[in-house]
């Protein structure tokens, strides 16, 4: 099982840009779609987006799609969130995780997820 840690959150304006970073270890990462998702305070875990094994598919939030970008570097054992025009309602926990391959079931339901990293707080406020 694939362990995963996140770095890259912080403090930003409206409007500005974040990079999230997850890094991978103790399994083949390549095996793995990746996805991050968010919670609020006081509000239910959300999907953000995913990038499947390869990262030749992306899936993404409608509420994020136009602003976020993930993709991965297997070589790296790395899967980033690139976020722009960042928005108050962005502001929440991130989470970093993994899901075998062999996992059936949406990408965006984080039931389907068996790994998870411990999250980084990205604020947007000015």
């Known amino acids: 099982q694939v362990q995963v840690v996140e770095s890259g959150g912080g403090l930003v304006q409206p409007g500005g840009s974040l990079r999230l970073s997850c890094a991978a270890s103790?399994?083949?990462?390549?095996?793995?779609?990746m996805g991050w998702f968010r919670q609020a305070p006081g509000k239910e875990r959300e999907f953000v987006a995913a990038?499947?094994?390869?990262?030749?598919?992306?899936y993404y939030a409608d509420s994020v799609k136009g602003r976020f970008t993930i993709s991965r570097d297997n070589a790296k054992n790395m899967v980033y969130l690139q976020m722009h025009s960042l928005k108050p309602e962005d502001t929440a926990v991130y989470y970093c995780?993994?899901?075998?391959?062999?996992?059936?079931?949406?990408?965006?339901?984080?039931?389907?997820?068996?790994?998870w990293g411990q999250g980084t707080q990205v604020t947007v406020s000015s």
């Open positions: 103790g399994s083949v990462f390549r095996i793995y779609a």
């Open positions: 990038i499947s094994w390869s990262g030749g598919s992306t």
């Open positions: 995780a993994a899901r075998p391959i062999t996992m059936s079931g949406s990408a965006s339901s984080f039931k389907t997820y068996n790994s």
